[in-house]
């Protein structure tokens, strides 16, 4: 037990021997150590059954016998992690995994990018404003929005932070998803929004349909327990290294390390060097991992991050989530398709068709344009089918409200309207209706 429990804490910080890109540059490591002295002690925000159990359903989802669904904010931020932001959120997605579902007969998987989202990898280190230089924002976890020395310090006790916030989102996911508010039942009165938006007239229609299904269910005595309670899954990026190292505990029942603070993790592009921390880390834990894979990623950077992140090449462990845009897309991937087909890595295959889209308006506001993103996920299907391999699943930025920060979709959003309502700290979301008009187009797409 002892020599096991010995073993476990070398695994744990093996990545510290590795370079560690992206994290903050604290001004007292002190204060940082005492900090994750105290994380270590604090409750599991998720536990090792149910890690375990959305492996089974990645896999599952790997074998096309589902499909993924992943959204939430591209950054949480502490000011908005209340109740009505939250389940707007939860609500969003819970919408659009049954127009995924309804439509394409498929059981969808649900993650949120939620209880945990607040680090944010940058492009510059710094941020300058007028001939003030100041170190950037990167995230509600690490320093403030705020542009002045004070705020943009890296800040230790932001990490408790994170993990309160965390906890009382999850417990109310919880709450929502397991207290009857879910119910199948209740879909129709999800729609609250005006029926004149073709997105919400579609589920208007649709809700109709499932509400007469779910009658004659009901009449005939069907009344199983899926109805009423759904699973609901968190991630995050791991980012935070420090962060991500007190919240993995051993479970008692295997023995093994379990990141305790979200069910799925995945590492960015900008942090998926195979011999890098995040993806040595992310080795230490038994939690399923995804990893953003942009235009440059190569055959053999596959290989490696698959070698080092699934060796016993477990079915639902590893997600390689695409994000090459919609112009790179239908030129990059297949080679990459190809070679992990013919090589028989087990990966989920996922499209984050966001990140690869992401354009100043003329206006200079950082958008999307719902077409490109829309061309994104069509792409990807078309590629992996075309290789004889199974598109997995779909992870986007999105927000419960309605925000404007992306342009287009059914009411064609224009770059003039995105000032009337852009919330965002970091990347644009797709707004309520935008993400379900997604749904609806991803739908059609899974079922033809
Ligand atoms: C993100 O998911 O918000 C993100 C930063 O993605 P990527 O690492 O793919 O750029
Ligand atoms: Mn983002």
Redesign the pocket.
């Known amino acids: 037990m002892l020599i096991r429990v010995e073993n476990n804490e070398e695994l744990l910080n093996a990545w510290r021997k590795y370079p560690a890109l992206q994290q903050p540059t604290y001004p007292d490591l002190d204060a940082l150590a005492s900090v994750a002295a105290d994380l270590r002690t604090r409750p599991p925000l998720v536990f090792a059954g149910e890690v375990d159990r959305l492996t089974k359903d990645l896999a599952a989802a790997s074998r096309g016998e589902a499909f993924v669904l992943t959204g939430g904010d591209?950054?949480e931020t502490f000011a908005q992690s209340n109740a009505d932001r939250i389940r707007a959120k939860v609500q969003t997605i819970l919408q659009m995994a049954i127009v995924m579902s309804y439509g394409a007969s498929t059981p969808i998987v649900k993650i949120g990018?939620i209880a945990g989202?607040y680090a944010?990898?940058r492009s510059a280190d710094l941020e300058t404003r007028g001939d003030e230089v100041l170190p950037s924002y990167r995230g509600d976890g690490v320093n403030s929005f705020e542009f002045t020395l004070e705020g943009r310090t890296p800040d230790p006790q932001r990490l408790l932070e994170l993990y309160q916030r965390s906890a009382s989102s999850l417990n109310l996911i919880r709450a929502f998803t397991r207290g009857g508010y879910a119910d199948l039942r209740q879909v129709h009165h999800w729609n609250q929004g005006f029926t004149d938006n073709p997105a919400y007239k579609q589920y208007e229609a649709m809700a109709v349909e499932l509400d007469r299904a779910l009658r004659f269910m009901e009449a005939v005595g069907v009344d199983g327990e899926n109805m009423r309670f759904v699973d609901f899954y968190s991630a995050h990026?791991s980012l935070l290294l420090e962060y991500e190292t007190a919240m993995t505990r051993t479970d008692s029942g295997s023995g093994k390390l379990y990141n305790t603070s979200a069910h799925y993790l995945?590492?960015?592009?900008?942090?998926?060097d195979p011999q890098g921390a995040h993806v040595q880390q992310a080795a230490s834990v038994q939690n399923p991992i995804g990893v953003?894979?942009?235009p440059t990623t190569t055959v053999d950077q596959i290989k490696e991050l698959a070698s080092i992140l699934n060796p016993e090449a477990i079915p639902g462990r590893l997600s390689l989530?695409t994000?090459m845009g919609a112009s790179k897309l239908a030129d990059k991937l297949p080679a990459l398709v190809a070679a992990v087909q013919s090589e028989g890595i087990p990966v989920l295959w996922i499209t984050?068709p966001?990140?690869?889209n992401t354009i100043t308006s003329s206006s200079g506001y950082k958008t999307r344009n719902f077409g490109d993103i829309m061309q994104e996920v069509h792409d990807f299907f078309g590629v992996l089918q075309a290789e004889g391999a199974i598109p997995g699943g779909v992870?986007v930025?999105l927000t419960g409200d309605d925000v404007t920060e992306v342009v287009g979709g059914a009411e064609e959003l224009s770059e003039e309207a995105l000032a009337n309502r852009y919330e965002t700290l970091?990347?644009p979301r797709l707004n309520h209706q935008q993400s379900l008009e997604l749904a609806f187009a991803t739908a059609q797409i899974l079922r033809e």
């Open positions: 591209c950054a990018r989202q944010k990898p990026e995945w590492i960015g592009e900008r942090t998926r953003k894979i942009g989530i994000r984050d966001m990140h690869g992870h930025e970091v990347d």
